[in-house]
Each structure stands twice: as structure tokens, then as C-alpha cells.
């Protein structure tokens, strides 16, 4: 298989999920942030819109997708390849599968891109609209295999309002920038929280700097998620707020951010039928004719 060269521009990955119309990284600078949650929720909004969605948790370390989406049973063999789970309508596979959960992952860089290559190369993802990948936190071995893996459609970032957070949601879209992945967006999570009894809002972590991060970056701000229990109940109990309160502030939440990805996709998707190569470019320069 040729792979491509971080940083090398003009060279593209093979495409080894041709079945699959959208590759979605979705990422954060640190841990902590709610990225799963994210990841989750976001997957689900989308399959409940009526496409079709695959959820591949690349988070080898901490596997915690099976948990946040209540499945149990592991995927099964199918003529020699891996049949993916299934639950809210989202196709899944995550490392939590196959390591008991008390064991740890304790693997360096080489055993991380085996892996990955395998839930690419061996999962019958069949058709899909969207495959989003959670990638654990960070800018190390899982978010470069990856991006020499497939020909990823794009990148969105999980921060959260510190003004702290601008630094890390920069590295990482650094480095997507550096493998030449578009930079879908910028969610804002735990954005604000509004209490039961007297509607107060109450920003705990600062306020904007989700927003303000990607005025800077000149990426588009996708929305803001707020602090709600119900939130952190629907991943301890394997069912997102999406399905669980479909109609919740927090679900529309989703949804919208969800809507606005596929939006933005289209937009990057049509760009990029636009853009022209190199080739017709220079074709196209009169150059001077000299006389010898």
C-alpha cells in the first residue's frame, strides 16, 4: 500500500473504505474535554437524520465508545472479516471489544497502526455516509496512521471555554494542517451550565473560547454543548441524551452541530471538485516564446 509522507504535499492515501462517502476525525488537544461524548452523540444525530453512520473508536488506550453506547456483545466473523456492532443505528468497533476491561493497552507506535489498519482493512463497514473516528487526545501515533491510512474528508476539534484551551486546540489543528486534512470545525463542550431549580446560567470554565479559537484559526465555530447531568448519565448508562431526551435543549444541541457539519462537508467536498490541478494551471500560463 502506498502511503503517503506526513507534511508531503500533492500525494493522497489509498482509499481503503471506498464504501464510505465521509471520513471523520474527531479530535481534542487534550483529554478530558468530552471528546467521546462528542463522538457519540454526534453519530447518533447523524444516523437519526437518516444517513448512514459507522463510529470506529481509535482510542486504543481508553476504549470507552462500547460503554457510551450500551453494547455488550462483541462483533462477530463474517466470511474472515470483522461484522461490525451495532446500536442507535451507528455501525461501531473499538479496541474495548477485544481486551478485557480491566486489562491495559500497554503497546507502542507500530502495534497502534496495526491495529487501526485493521478496523479499516478488515471490519465490513459496507456503505456508509459518514464514519467518524474518535481519536484519543492529543497529536501522537493514532492521528498520523490515520492520516497516511485513508483520505480523511476532514477534522473537528472538542475544546472547551478556558482561554487555556486556544493553545491546545492550535496543536492539533497544526497538525492536521500538516498532513493536508480540512478543518471542519470547532465544538465548544461543557460550554455553560443552567441550574434545575432557578434557570441561572453559570459559565464555570470562562467564557468564548471555543469560538474565539476558531476566529483565530479562521476554521468555523460548529456550536456549543453545556454541562448537563443528563449528559454524563447517557454515557455512564449506554444511552445518549439524543435518544434518551431527544427533544432536551442538549439533544438540539447535537443536532444542530450535527447539521452543520454536513454543511460544512458539502462545502469542503464542493472546493475541492472545484479546485483545479497543477497541471491545468501551468497549462493554462502563456509563457514567453523565446527564439532558440
Request: some cysteine; glycine content about 12%; hydrophobic content about 40%.
Amino acid at each position: 500500500m502506498a502511503e503517503r509522507n506526513p507534511g508531503t504535499p500533492g500525494q493522497a492515501p489509498e482509499n481503503i473504505v471506498p464504501g464510505v462517502k465521509y471520513v471523520i476525525a474527531v479530535s481534542s488537544g487534550k483529554g478530558g474535554v468530552g471528546k467521546s461524548t462528542v463522538a457519540v452523540n454526534l453519530s447518533v444525530a447523524l444516523a437519526q437524520s437518516g444517513a448512514r453512520v459507522g463510529l470506529m473508536d481509535a482510542d486504543v488506550y481508553g476504549p470507552n465508545i462500547p460503554m457510551m453506547m450500551g453494547v455488550t456483545q462483541p462483533p462477530t466473523q463474517e466470511d474472515g472479516k470483522i461484522k461490525p456492532a451495532e446500536s442507535y443505528g451507528v455501525k461501531l468497533i473499538s479496541m474495548g471489544f477485544f481486551v478485557p476491561e480491566e486489562t491495559a493497552v500497554v503497546w507502542r507506535g507500530p502495534m497502534i497502526h496495526t491495529a487501526i489498519q485493521q478496523f479499516f482493512r478488515d471490519v465490513v463497514w459496507g456503505e456508509l455516509d459518514y464514519l467518524l473516528i474518535d481519536l484519543p487526545p492529543g497529536t501522537g501515533d493514532a492521528q498520523l496512521t490515520i492520516s497516511q491510512l485513508v483520505p480523511l474528508s476532514g477534522a473537528i476539534t472538542v475544546t472547551t471555554p478556558q482561554e487555556v484551551s486556544l493553545h491546545d486546540v492550535r496543536k492539533g489543528m497544526m497538525m492536521f494542517q500538516k498532513v493536508n486534512v480540512p478543518l471542519l470545525g470547532i465544538i465548544e463542550n461543557m460550554s455553560f451550565y443552567v441550574c434545575a431549580h432557578c434557570g441561572t446560567r453559570e459559565e464555570i470554565f470562562s467564557h468564548g473560547g471555543g469560538e474565539r479559537a476558531a476566529e483565530k484559526l479562521g476554521i468555523p465555530f460548529l456550536g456549543r454543548i453545556p454541562i448537563d447531568p443528563a449528559i454524563r448519565e447517557g454515557g455512564d448508562n449506554g444511552k445518549p441524551i439524543v435518544v434518551a431526551d431527544p427533544n432536551s435543549p442538549q439533544s438540539q444541541a447535537f443536532k444542530s452541530i450535527a447539521g452543520k457539519l454536513t454543511a460544512q462537508l458539502t462545502v469542503e467536498a464542493k472546493a475541492g471538485s472545484e479546485s483545479t490541478p497543477i497541471e491545468s494551471l501551468l497549462k493554462k500560463i502563456k509563457w514567453p516564446q523565446g527564439n532558440g
